[in-house]
C-alpha cells in the first residue's frame, strides 16, 4: 500500500477514537439519575370486564412500586389504550374514615 493511504486511516482511527472517548466520559442522561431511580417492577395481568365498554380490559398491577393500571384494547386503530391509573401506596395511606 502507499504511504498516503495510510495517513488517512490513521486520520479516521483518530477522529472515531475522539468519538468514543466522547461518549464513554460523556455525563448521563437526566433521566439516568441514581437520585430519582425507581425499583425495577414485579408485574401482574389480569383480565377482566369494565362498564361502558365492549371490549375487555387488561390490569397490569406493578407489586413493587405499588401502581396499577387499565389498559383496553382499541380495534379501530389496533393498539392498547389506557383507562386508567391508581397509585395503591397513597390509597392504602389514604384515612377516609371507613374501617380496616
Given at each position: 500500500m502507499k504511504r498516503r493511504s495510510y495517513g488517512g486511516l490513521l486520520a479516521l482511527n483518530a477522529v472515531l477514537l475522539a468519538a468514543l472517548?466522547?461518549?464513554?466520559?460523556?455525563p448521563g442522561a437526566a433521566g439516568q439519575g441514581s437520585a430519582s431511580r425507581r425499583?425495577?417492577?414485579?408485574?401482574t395481568m389480569?383480565?377482566?370486564?369494565?362498564q361502558g365498554f365492549s371490549e375487555s380490559a387488561i390490569y397490569?398491577?406493578?407489586s413493587t412500586n405499588q401502581e396499577l393500571i387499565a389498559?383496553?384494547?382499541d380495534r379501530s386503530t389496533?393498539?392498547?389504550k389506557g383507562i386508567g391509573f391508581r397509585d395503591l401506596?397513597?390509597?392504602a395511606?389514604?384515612?377516609d374514615g371507613r374501617p380496616r
Open positions: 472517548g466522547f461518549v464513554a466520559f460523556a425499583p425495577r417492577g414485579e408485574y389480569v383480565g377482566g370486564l369494565v397490569v398491577i406493578d389498559l383496553r384494547w389496533k393498539s392498547l401506596a397513597a390509597d395511606r389514604r384515612n
